[in-house]
């Protein structure tokens, strides 16, 4: 198999012919038999159903997964301490956020879980930052190896461009340490997963120990409200940042959830995990970043700055190397948390617009490739700015879950034609809608992010009204709950072909799932490892026979 892959690569630097056997996707069962008549693909491993022997993450492997991500969140509540609000209002702030965060990924599982199809394909039904915070862990870690060998770099970087030549060396090694696991899709990265949650563990009770014991616990009042004016906006304002700090992996749940060898086991895992351990690592956090500012001075929100206080204070051999540890954890961590969040959601949806080129690993690349691009280190200069792009990203994104969700629960029973989704001609019946656009979800999508979008503008510096302000506070929320109205009232009195259509079917909750997918033509498609199995019959009933074929899988 290496052998093969091998002299691939190798062919392709020798002919185009060859470069064009190297780069292009095979053809799937699904687009041999999921849109006749046209040659455009429309799938390829990635877009595929998951099949079988690929459904290996249980429910704990979900915990993990989550824990790993939540428990670093230190900085979450750091933020909000930092934009105004006390430490009880903050931790309230947070776990209401993570709580609506992980009810919204329980409904926007579902489908994934039982169709086994990722995030795109998903959409398809219904409508055709963190290297920084890494390279910071890194720059530590670098420092207690080299120590002044590292610190007095010169820098040839200017002030305006907002990092050093220290940072960007810092940046670049980090960023260099995502390519290898660019290669591997998320079913085979369950052990990563679980390494990073049983490390990051006792390296955040490790610091939060050390720094209360420095301190003597000096925590003092912990932290007082800021805010003037009107709290209940401004809180809203903090749980809306709070939603954005999950606001991908809300949209993108359907990429993690086809994973599952149960229907529910990408469910009910998290709704307990994910609002509990943020809760937690962010009340480390707040309580640490107090003892610290009343005991040594330092307002330190970042763990990275905190660490960098420490080898300042306790300079030596031992100090050294227990910075080095928590640091290359929490690095770790952040590694995790990128490839969950940043990674695997582009690749998939990456697949999506050119299945014939791009898969999930080669998007994974792709998106690596553009980490520069966003000047990560201008996102983190300072909270506020930081709460402002939490806040705004997931604003965008709140509409599209409701879309998904009041779908599949309210109007199409759960009942998805997932041979339809990989068919996009005219003759698709169920998923094709108005020349390839479902009009009532874009009228819902419209609708859900125009209330809190002025707000949102308000917050990049222009002028809006207090009113607007107060609108865009709601970001998340209130772009969810306008969306899933709108489309809901909508398709009851203008309904989508697929929606009559299921009506007129009768069929009731989830009774199109299965592990056999029925393409547009008709053909009965049952994947067995990389041997498809194929049984077909006309539209009179009369059997076509049964084909078997092998299908070569490359990356």
């Given at each position: 198999m290496l052998g093969a892959k091998a002299t691939t690569f190798k062919n392709a630097f020798r002919s185009r012919e060859g470069f064009k056997i190297f780069i292009e996707t095979h053809d799937t069962a699904l687009d041999k038999h999921g849109h006749p008549g046209t040659k455009q693909p429309w799938s390829n491993e990635d877009l595929d159903p998951t099949p079988?022997?690929?459904?290996?993450?249980?429910?704990?492997?979900?915990?993990?997964?989550?824990l790993g991500l939540s428990i670093g969140n230190w900085t979450l509540g750091s933020t909000t301490v930092g934009i105004g609000l006390n430490w009880w209002e903050s931790l309230l702030v947070i776990f209401a956020s993570q709580l609506i965060s992980s009810v919204a990924v329980f409904?926007?599982?579902?489908?994934?879980?039982?169709?086994?199809?990722?995030?795109?394909?998903?959409?398809?039904?219904?409508?055709?930052?963190?290297?920084?915070?890494?390279?910071?862990?890194?720059?530590?870690?670098?420092?207690?190896?080299?120590?002044?060998?590292y610190t007095d770099i010169p820098n040839h970087i200017p002030d305006s461009v907002g990092i050093t030549t220290q940072g960007m060396l810092a940046f670049l090694l980090f960023w260099l340490v995502h390519f290898p696991f660019c290669a591997f899709r998320p079913y085979q990265l369950r052990g990563f997963f679980w390494f990073k949650s049983i490390i990051v563990l006792p390296a955040v009770w490790g610091l939060f120990i050390f720094c209360m014991a420095n301190t003597k616990g000096n925590v003092g009042s912990v932290y007082a409200s800021k805010i003037t004016g009107s709290k209940g906006w401004f809180i809203m304002y903090a749980i809306n940042s709070g939603m954005g700090n999950t606001?991908?992996?809300?949209?993108?749940?359907?990429?993690?959830?086809?994973?599952?060898?149960?229907?529910?086991?990408?469910?009910?895992?998290?709704?307990?995990?994910?609002?509990?351990?943020?809760t937690l690592s962010a009340s480390l956090g707040i309580l640490v970043t107090a003892a610290i500012k009343n005991t040594w001075g330092l307002d330190l929100w970042n763990p990275w700055d905190l660490l960098g206080a420490i080898l300042d204070r306790y300079w030596s051999a031992s100090t050294r190397f227990a910075v080095f540890l928590s640091a290359f954890v929490w690095m770790v961590s952040v590694l995790g948390t990128n490839i969950a969040a940043n990674m695997i959601p582009f690749g998939s949806d990456s697949s999506m617009l050119f299945p014939r080129y791009i898969t999930i690993p080669r998007g994974q690349y792709i998106v690596e490739s553009l980490a520069f691009a966003i000047c990560p280190w201008k996102i983190l200069s300072s909270a506020s700015v930081f709460a402002t792009f939490l806040s705004g990203y997931g604003l965008f994104m709140a509409s599209v879950v409701?879309?998904?969700?009041?779908?599949?629960?309210?109007?199409?029973?759960?009942?998805?034609?997932?041979?339809?989704?990989?068919?996009?001609?005219?003759?698709?019946?169920?998923?094709?809608?108005?020349?390839?656009?479902?009009?009532?979800?874009?009228?819902?999508?419209?609708?859900?992010?125009?209330?809190?979008?002025?707000?949102?503008?308000?917050?990049?510096?222009?002028?809006?009204?207090?009113?607007?302000?107060?609108?865009?506070?709601?970001?998340?929320?209130?772009?969810?709950?306008?969306?899933?109205?709108?489309?809901?009232?909508?398709?009851k009195v203008w309904p989508t072909k697929n929606q009559k259509l299921i009506k007129e079917m009768g069929l009731r909750w989830e009774k199109q799932k299965g592990d056999a997918v029925v393409a547009a033509d008709g053909t009965r498609i049952v994947e067995e490892g990389n041997i498809f199995r194929v049984l077909g019959e006309t539209s009179d009933g009369t059997e076509l026979g049964q084909e078997a074929y092998v299908v070569d899988k490359r990356y």
């Open positions: 079988p022997e690929k459904r290996t993450w249980r429910w704990w492997n979900f915990v993990t997964f989550y409904f926007n599982s579902r489908c994934a879980s039982v169709s086994h199809i990722g995030h795109p394909v998903v959409a398809r039904s219904v409508f055709d930052i963190s290297v920084y915070s890494g390279a910071s862990f890194m720059s530590n870690i670098l420092r207690c190896i080299f120590g002044h060998g606001a991908t992996l809300i949209t993108n749940q359907p990429d993690i959830a086809r994973w599952p060898r149960t229907e529910s086991g990408a469910q009910w895992s998290q709704l307990v995990t994910q609002p509990l351990s943020v409701a879309i998904i969700i009041c779908d599949y629960y309210l109007l199409t029973r759960g009942n998805v034609f997932i041979g339809y989704l990989y068919d996009g001609t005219r003759s698709n019946k169920h998923h094709y809608y108005h020349r390839g656009w479902n009009i009532q979800g874009v009228i819902a999508y419209l609708c859900g992010i125009a209330l809190p979008f002025p707000g949102f503008v308000g917050t990049l510096g222009a002028t809006v009204s207090t009113r607007a302000t107060d609108l865009g506070r709601l970001g998340w929320l209130l772009s969810f709950t306008v969306s899933f109205v709108v489309y809901y009232v909508l398709c």
